[in-house]
């Protein structure tokens, strides 16, 4: 069953603006974590925000968490054409198990 | 450089036979995962493990099996392939989750075709 829901599932910017995604998701969380993956390869860790935070940062990353509304957001500024990929959100659970939404498949236009 | 490796990326199989796929990692690791990835149903975790021997299903275990022989070493076996058996197979693995970082790292996939 998937935990974590990203919405939109797909959306196409131009090179320079924001892209922000969303993630729902269903239970209490210890943490919420978002990876990239490029077309056809692994996942990478982009950012992990523990559920006492309510932002992060990561170079043009940023990252919120609301636990009251059971919501995660993730903005990339100044997107560039090495962003397009898809971007999930996880939830963990126990021994470390991820749950991951569908998605977001984000297109970078230059 | 932290390291996933998955025996093939692309592999073409026809129903019925038994299919290997094979996981290393060299981060010293306790627990490793398998994932399928669907379009529109992102990552489903198969079967992961938690120490050399152990196992334990995961979402979607039905027509896999898992062998942790050595700590380093995960492999997922489909003891008789089927065509809904196509799929992306992830591999992963992480340190413990009593360290409040538990980052998975993910290998390159493994494209499955079954015909």
């Known amino acids: ?31 919420l974590q978002w990876y990239r993956q490029n077309s056809g390869r692994g996942l990478v860790h982009l950012i992990l925000i ?14 919120t968490l609301d636990t009251s509304k059971k919501s995660s957001s993730l903005l990339i500024t100044a997107s560039r054409a090495a962003d397009t990929a898809s971007y999930f959100c996880a939830t963990t659970g126990s ?3 991820l749950q991951f939404g569908a998605g977001t498949q984000v297109v970078v236009t230059p | 450089d932290v390291k996933v490796t998955q025996s093939s990326r ?25 994932y399928r990835q669907d379009p529109g149903l992102g990552l489903r975790l198969i079967y992961f493990s938690y120490d050399v021997k152990m196992k334990e299903k ?20 489909l003891e008789s392939a089927s065509t809904n058996q196509t ?6 693995s992480s340190s413990p989750p009593r360290s409040s970082y538990n980052e998975q790292f993910f290998g390159p996939g493994t494209r499955l075709t079954v015909l």
């Open chain 1, 50 to 63: 523990r559920s006492n935070e309510r932002e992060k940062h990561s170079g043009r990353l940023r990252v």
């Open chain 1, 1 to 31: 069953s998937q935990q974590g829901e990203e919405d939109p599932q797909a959306l196409s910017i131009q090179e320079g603006e924001n892209a922000t995604m969303n993630c729902s998701y269903k239970t209490s969380i210890n943490n």
């Open chain 1, 95 to 97: 021994w470390g198990k």
């Open chain 2, 87 to 92: 799929s992306m197979y992830l591999c992963a």
């Open chain 2, 58 to 77: 995961g979402d979607i275990p039905e027509g896999y099996s898992v062998s942790r022989e050595k700590k380093e070493r995960f492999s997922l076996i």
């Open chain 2, 10 to 34: 692309y592999l073409v199989k026809r129903t019925g036979e038994k299919v290997f796929l094979e996981c290393v990692q060299d981060m010293d690791h306790e627990n490793m995962f398998w």
